[in-house]
């Protein structure tokens, strides 16, 4: 079966998480993905967190399916004509380099143009234009930058960061999405054009919730789905809502049997309005249907921390996957909170290719995640990771090098 980006051609000068991302997502839609490292080292994830000696880690592993590896010092003169090359006959180069690494390099915007005006240029850098345009960044400091530290967390706690790479894999999905938009312009305009995805923008696009609350706190000074709502203090930022859903329908992680021993007994709760009958039915409080305290929304965000603790008096009756069913079958929106030994083992994920399994030559067998968007006309087969440089020669020959030129190539420690 035929892939949606088949036929397409990348040119993957990616390192580390966020750009990885984005051209595995490429390649996952069908993409030919050449990813160019240096030769000896490679991408520095392959030996980072490595869980056995000498073999590419599984942080490595996870972000390069699917993609050819080819070794090029691109410092060296011949090393940029191989890279002149490959400019030449691809359609997108995908870089997550410091600022300014890639004109240092040579290859400015000018320099792609003058080779391949039908090039997109597609980067991750940590900021966009401004003051701090020049700094390097890591997904944490996308995570503060952007505003989803300062507002997640506990009210008497520091801010923190979250487990989702929101800065890293937040900002290769946007990337991906801006260069499949400029694949399909070009289809118009026969050129091609930059494509930037800062990682403080991506995050503070995920965070848009709170850019609005931060103007309805600034209208008000007070949001009533908040936590700090009705008995605690607002200041003038957004404050961190802990669990709260934040939302219209509000939410709550609540214990569930087994809590003592299991950090992860618990399950997010939503008392969603449409519901409220059959909540109070469920919980045994059929009085709070009609009674004015909790009948309506309003009346129940003055009420919300009580409300919360009688639930949970009933979730902490059940353990979380039944709490589930029994909700579910009231269509009360729910969820258990779910252990990564938990998802490794989740049979939908698995059968869904979200979760799958991947051989590799010097790993052996490894878990990792498939493709999250699925498309009934372009499926995803996840093959592994490449090895450093495994298809540097296929590809130079398919530049047209020949034997004795990747020869003198090596030995001039080129490739
Ligand atoms: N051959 C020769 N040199 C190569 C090369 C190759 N194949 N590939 C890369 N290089 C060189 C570059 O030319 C550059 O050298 P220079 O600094 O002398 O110009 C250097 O390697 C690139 O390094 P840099 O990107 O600065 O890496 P770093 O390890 O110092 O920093 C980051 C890593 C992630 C902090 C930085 O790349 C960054 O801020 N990226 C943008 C934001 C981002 O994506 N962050 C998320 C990472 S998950």
Redesign the pocket.
């Known amino acids: 079966m035929s892939k949606a980006l088949e036929g397409v051609r990348v040119l993957d000068f990616t390192?580390?998480?966020?750009?990885p991302t984005c051209t595995q997502l490429l390649a996952w839609f069908g993409a030919d993905v050449i990813k160019?490292?240096?030769a000896g080292e490679g991408d520095?994830t392959r030996g980072q967190l490595r869980d056995i000696p000498g073999v590419d880690s599984l942080y490595f592993t996870m972000l390069n399916h699917n993609k050819r590896s080819i070794t090029?010092?691109?410092?060296k003169a011949k090393?940029r004509e191989v890279l002149d090359s490959l400019i030449k006959s691809c359609d997108v180069l995908v870089e997550?380099?410091?600022p300014g690494?890639l004109d240092?390099?040579g290859i400015t915007w000018a320099h792609v143009q003058k080779l391949n005006p039908r090039m997109i240029v597609a980067s991750?850098?940590?900021f966009g234009p401004g003051k701090y345009a020049e700094c390097?960044?890591?997904?944490n400091v996308a995570q503060c930058a952007g505003g989803a530290a300062s507002t997640t967390g506990f009210e008497d706690g520091p801010p923190l960061v979250t487990g989702a790479q929101i800065g890293?894999s937040g900002t290769g999905l946007h990337l991906a999405l801006g260069i499949v938009a400029a694949l399909y312009q070009r289809e118009r305009t026969g050129r091609g054009q930059k494509v930037l995805a800062p990682?403080q923008d991506a995050v503070l696009n995920l965070c848009r919730v709170k850019l609005r609350d931060q103007q309805r706190l600034e209208r008000s000074g007070v949001m009533h789905e908040y936590p700090q709502y009705p008995d605690g203090q607002f200041g003038d930022a957004v404050p961190r809502a802990g669990n709260a859903s934040g939302g219209g329908q509000p939410g709550a992680i609540l214990k569930c049997k087994g809590w003592e021993a299991d950090p992860n007994a618990y399950i997010y709760f939503i008392t969603q309005a449409a519901v409220w009958p059959a909540i109070c039915r469920v919980i045994g409080e059929e009085g709070w249907v009609d009674d004015a305290a909790y009948a309506t929304p309003a009346a129940r965000l003055l009420h919300l921390k009580p409300i919360f603790a009688r639930i949970e008096k009933w979730t902490m009756t059940q353990d979380k996957f039944a709490a589930m069913d029994i909700l579910n079958e009231h269509d009360i929106p729910c969820g258990p909170i779910l252990s990564m030994k938990e998802i490794a083992a989740d049979a939908s994920l698995r059968e869904s290719g979200t979760i799958v399994e991947v051989d590799h030559p010097t790993r052996g067998r490894y878990l990792s995640v498939g493709n999250p968007i699925k498309m009934s006309d372009s499926p995803t087969e996840v093959t592994r990771s490449p090895l450093l440089g495994e298809h540097t020669d296929e590809v130079l020959q398919q530049l047209g090098y020949s034997s004795e030129d990747l020869a003198t190539l090596r030995a001039e420690k080129v490739i």
């Open positions: 390192h580390v998480q966020s750009g160019v490292e240096r520095a090029l010092d691109t410092k090393g997550n380099f410091a690494a240092r390099m991750v850098k940590g390097k960044v890591y997904e890293d990682m």
